[in-house]
């Protein structure tokens, strides 16, 4: 076992640092306050590759592994939340399946444009009645001769507006599974302009409030029978299987968060005076800075960790990573969420002001609690494995 | 064409200098990046290989075996060969005899084109660019702020720069240009061109490849300038703070410093 990053590795990341340092930290606090996408910073990622990390070469993508895109994630997350998650539902929800599930039709058509950032991809799952209930969902899709019609709406989707290429989840049927009537779900290819396909509210958030969050509703909205994506039926497998990888990369963003809280927090108490002496000089400083480091160590070795799984599973299917994922995810997130929190407060009264990052980086660590599956529904995962 | 770019490693600015016992700096010991005019030089060749189909850029460097990572550094943003010169018998070169070791290196090369950068942020002598170009015969234009290749011609037109003004100068290739951090912003490494530049090859040279170099200009030996002394900046002191009682005595407090430095 080895602990140490290849040079490729931490070259890579010195990369995607001095991204983050240069053309991201300058934009972060006003595409928080101002609820701005940051267009221009996505053209700019996709030009060095951000949008194509794991995508094979042949396709125009970077041909990297897991780890280089969470330390992609990761490295953006740190000084902007919003931009991580943009990456993340891109890379993790739309590429990701295209490439695990698509025809060479389908793969041929989409990954050069996703890998390039040319197009910008979203995932569609969750709607006002379902998350991860699956048996929940309301959208149908009903083939009509040689198209789909699809009919419903789909909430809190990540990149909403401002992608290009979706993947949605469906209501195609009814089958019967142990003696009980199922609805049979599954999972679809659809782009932007295709007609009966509009935008239904934004959605104004806590926080990652750059990132653009939209309803997106279908009304007797035909795509093409080839649309479908992975098998008719299969739908349910292919969303919770790209929820596992989806889990790496929002790990991988609350990891970013909390590390950029902490690192903005030891600046802070080097600098702040009071009764005389830098707050670090204080005990309780110092204590509460080693336990935040020590619980951010753990949480980037189970993210990492989930990451060299994911790369495992690639080079044999047969292995699962998902209990890692979901473990990465659960501690990731509330580690953030308790960093962040800690370093408000070791901020004082400044920490609550917008103009200091900890602040909007609290914001931003909540979600990662949630969204992709709650910690509840990490827990879930971990305790099936543990108990069947 | 063929454009050959020379770059060097140097110490970051941002972590601390240290020397070896010879006054030389310990390179080992120091953080390290692509000196930032070099790099500069690098993006004005890249630039050209985007708008001049065909055109390849050899990254050339001279240094310690780690010295690799700024040329692989350079690959990653799009460079297609990396050459480093290395050999124990090289070491602490001044500029003299860096610059003739360079030239024997890029005599085993073909170019139309060599940029290097104005100076490098560790010796700050802006000498090894034209003393290149002299040991090699070619015309120099130095501290180039844009530049224009003319393919068909085979000539380049370089703006130089100086305080007030700059000149506009046309050289015929082959011809080495020395290029300011001002000249372009630097594009990033691709993500997998990082990957990719650690599976390409790197060609590495010593002293017995270099193509006419007399023993006698390489290395401390052929070097020369000595190093007298070498020591870290002193600090200013936090400097002196005064609260007159009135404008008036503010001005003459200042004015009675001012003469006491010999200013007025």
Known sequence: MDFTLSKEHEMARQLFKDFAEN???????????????????????????FLGIPVPKEFGGQGCDPLTYVMCVEELSKVCGTTGVIVSAHTSLCVDPIMTYGTPEQ?????????????????????????????????????????????????????????????????????EKRGKMMKEISAFIVEKGTPGFTFGTKENKMGIRGSSTYELIFTDCRIPKDALLGQKGKGFNIAMHT????????????????????????????????????????????????????????????????????????????????????????????????????????????????????????????????YEGTSEVQRMVISANLLK | MKIIVCIKQVPDTKGGVKFNPDGTLDRGAMLAIMNPDDKAGLEAALRIKDTHPGTEVTVLTMGLPKATDVLREAIAMGADKGVL????????????????????????????????????????????????????????????????IDEANKTVTVQRQYDDRYHVLEAQMPCLITALSELNEPRYMSVGGIFDAFQAEITTWGRADLKDVDDANIGLAGSPTKIAKASDKVRKGAGEKVAPDSPEEAVSYIVGKLTEKHVI
Not at chain 1, 37 to 49: C, L
Request: proline share 2%.
């Open chain 1, 23 to 49: 053309e991201v930290k300058p934009l972060a606090q006003e595409v928080d306050e101002t609820e701005t996408f940051p267009r221009g910073t996505v053209e700019k990622m996709a030009k060095y590759g």
């Open chain 1, 107 to 175: 793969k041929a058509k989409y990954l050069p444009d996703l890998a390039s950032g040319k197009k910008l991809g979203a995932f569609g799952l969750t709607e006002p009645g379902a998350g991860t209930d699956a048996q929940g969902q309301q959208t149908k899709a009903v083939l009509d001769g040689d198209e789909w019609v699809l009919n419903g709406s789909k909430c809190f989707i990540t990149n909403g507006k401002e992608a290009d290429v979706y993947i949605v989840i469906a209501v195609t049927g009814k089958i």
């Open chain 1, 243 to 370: 929820l596992d990888g989806g889990r790496i990369g929002i790990a991988a963003q609350a990891l970013g968060l909390a590390e950029g809280a902490l690192e903005t927090t030891i600046n802070y108490v080097k600098e702040r005076k009071q009764f005389g002496r830098a707050i670090g000089a204080f005990q309780n400083t110092q204590f509460q800075l080693a336990d935040m480091a020590t619980k951010v160590e753990a949480a980037k070795l189970l993210v990492y960790k989930a990451a060299m799984k994911k790369a495992e599973y690639q080079a044999n299917p047969k292995t699962s990573y998902s209990v890692e994922a979901a473990m990465a995810k659960l501690a990731a997130a509330e580690i953030a969420m308790e960093v962040t929190t800690k370093c408000v407060q070791l901020h004082g009264g400044y920490g609550y002001i917008r103009e200091y990052d900890v602040e909007r980086m609290m914001r931003d660590a909540k979600i990662t609690e949630i």
């Open chain 2, 85 to 148: 010169i290395t050999d124990r018998v090289l070491g602490g070169a001044d500029t003299w005899a860096t610059s003739t070791t360079i030239a024997g290196a890029i005599r085993n090369l073909e170019y139309d084109l060599i940029i290097t950068g104005r100076q490098a942020i560790d010796g700050d002598t802006a000498q090894v660019g034209p003393q290149i170009a002299e040991h090699l015969g070619l015309p120099v234009i130095s501290y180039a702020q844009d530049i224009q």
